[in-house]
């Protein structure tokens, strides 16, 4: 049976250097992947499930916040994404979202951002590192923890902005010891999870794998028309 094929959007500046580190660990979880980028064909009826990935703040434009003068946007690429979350949702296809992805599938969903997070949680620790320092608690009775358990994760940290109001049919799956939410997930079908940490930077550790094994799970429901969430459950095991 040929492999589920994931979408993996990335910027179209740096993805040339983060592509190969998602598609290593699709590949690992048992799966491939393909890149896109804004101003090239993005189609979700193609592909069995899509990575929304990394990479520069999101507009405020999208989501009725105001213009932070420092942040580096990248307006096409916001266009495309939001519209790939939104396909995705309805075409019943499921979903990862990595850091800025776990922020556009709550903005897609109609939520809303803390432009400077930290501002906001001064007693969250900040950091700014692909290496595994900033320390995470997952919330008790969520599919993420059902994944990766609940104790303390410690994960790494390349955000400035953070999930503020929830989008329709989310909620939170960790916060920081600030309280600032580090991971979000829709409780019905299809699948979708947004971590606001970089996964694809710590493939060596299973709790990080089990994350994109749980998309691959996932794609491979959809595509043979089983329930996306079950099976996600059961690769869990």
């Known amino acids: ?21 998602v598609n290593l660990n699709l590949w690992l979880a048992g799966a491939r992947g393909v890149r ?11 592909v069995d499930g899509i990575i929304i990935g990394g990479g520069d703040d999101i507009s405020p434009d999208l989501y009725g916040g105001e213009f932070i003068t420092s942040a580096r946007l990248d307006p096409d690429r916001d266009a495309m994404e939001r519209r790939l979350v939104e396909e995705a949702i309805a075409e019943g296809k499921p979903v990862l979202g990595i850091c800025r992805g776990a922020q556009m599938l709550n903005v897609a969903l109609g939520g809303t951002l803390h432009e400077n997070a930290y501002g906001v949680y001064t007693a969250s620790d ?10 995470v608690r997952i919330c008790e009775g969520t599919r993420l923890a059902h994944l990766s358990g609940t104790e303390t994760m410690k994960v790494n940290a390349l955000h400035s902005q953070a999930v503020d109001r929830l989008g329709s049919g989310l909620c939170v799956a960790a916060r920081d010891g600030g309280g600032m939410i580090q991971a ?16 694809e930077h710590l493939p060596y550790a299973r709790r990080q794998r089990a994350i994109f094994r749980a998309l691959v799970a996932a794609a491979r429901a959809q595509r043979e028309h089983r329930g996306q969430l079950h099976s996600v459950d059961m690769a869990a095991e």
């Not at 896109?36 to 193609?46: H, L």
């Not at 979000?184 to 996964?199: K, M, N, S, T, Y």
Request: net charge positive.
């Open 1 to 21: 049976m040929t492999k589920p094929l994931i979408a993996v959007t990335t910027s179209r500046r740096s993805g040339w250097r983060i592509f190969p580190l």
């Open 36 to 46: 896109w980028v804004a101003g090239k064909p993005s189609d979700v009826r193609g």
């Open 126 to 135: 900040r950091y700014w590192t692909i290496l595994p320092k900033k320390r």
């Open 184 to 199: 979000i997930e829709r409780d019905v079908e299809p699948f979708a999870l947004g971590v606001q940490w970089h996964p």
